[in-house]
């Protein structure tokens, strides 16, 4: 994350003297701004320990640039996490609560980064303001984050119940365990690739969020466009998977805002929509045999092609 680096790198010299500021922010606007993926070097001077030479770099998918997946992990465990991630795609309420800040920001943009290449299109607040705890009252879907000072009220407010105790059977049983499985290796993934990205492990984390999703919904282009009516095509859509599992967690997901404005952006824009996702479903679709079964294994097979083509780069 590049500005989180400047910014820790602000931090530090603030803290040694306000005036160790200007001159190296003077020296990051003097250098290029470097392009997604690529790193530079930015020579500044801090007391103590001579001149210094910074790597900067800008991740290779502008999505991440601000977003932090490790303080996610290092908040939630992986079962809570994927508790939530169930929980949001079917369009429910969900509260954070910590006691920083930053920790609520970096969370709430976090797992909304996780949702791609879905929009959430409800009401989204990473920090509450406690004027405003009124808000978790109602009934539509939300995200909101809160500061732990202000649970003491929450508790007092007729809040429904925001998290229930079914999501861990929500998604589809072998895309979760194929998911908790690349999510428990991440940083082992991530190690593989530190010579060739420092974002590393937040491209481990996207790209299998992305698998999830291009396993889940990938055929979708198959079924735009054609001469069928629309539930026609709908109910085609979902009857193209083979897992039932899979096509059960369709029939609700489909009736989601989330999946409606899926589909409809990607109507309207049919031709110039290319986007990480739409690369990663037409290389699933291109590997894949019509009668081909999915499961773990494919989906590990999957992930892994991704990051041997990481490595030819």
Known sequence: MLFLQILDEVEKRRAISPALVQPFMRGIMEA??????????????????????IELCRPSDSRLEHVDFECLFS????RLLLRIFASL?????VIFTADKLSTLSQCCHAIVALLYPF????????????SMLDIVCTPTPFIVGLLSSSLPR??????????LDDEDSILPHKLQAALEQVLEKRRELASEKEDLL???????????FVRFFVEMVGHYSLFMGGPEREDESREAFRKAVTSKSLRRFLEVFMETQMFTGFMQERE???????GLFEIRAQEYLD???GSEQRGVNKFLKGLGNKMKFLSKK
Request: aromatic residues 6%.
């Open 32 to 53: 290029p701004f470097p392009a997604p993926g690529r790193t530079i070097s930015v020579k500044n001077f801090l007391p103590g320990c001579g001149t210094e030479v």
């Open 75 to 78: 908040s939630l465990n992986l």
């Open 89 to 93: 795609l079917l369009e429910r309420r």
């Open 119 to 130: 929009t959430w299109q409800h009401t989204y607040i990473p920090v509450l303001p406690a």
């Open 154 to 163: 929450l508790k007092e407010m007729p809040v429904e119940e925001v998290i």
């Open 198 to 208: 420092n974002d590393s492990l937040s491209t481990v984390v996207s790209e299998a």
């Open 268 to 274: 309207l824009r049919r031709q110039g929509l290319k």
């Open 287 to 289: 590997s894949l045999p």
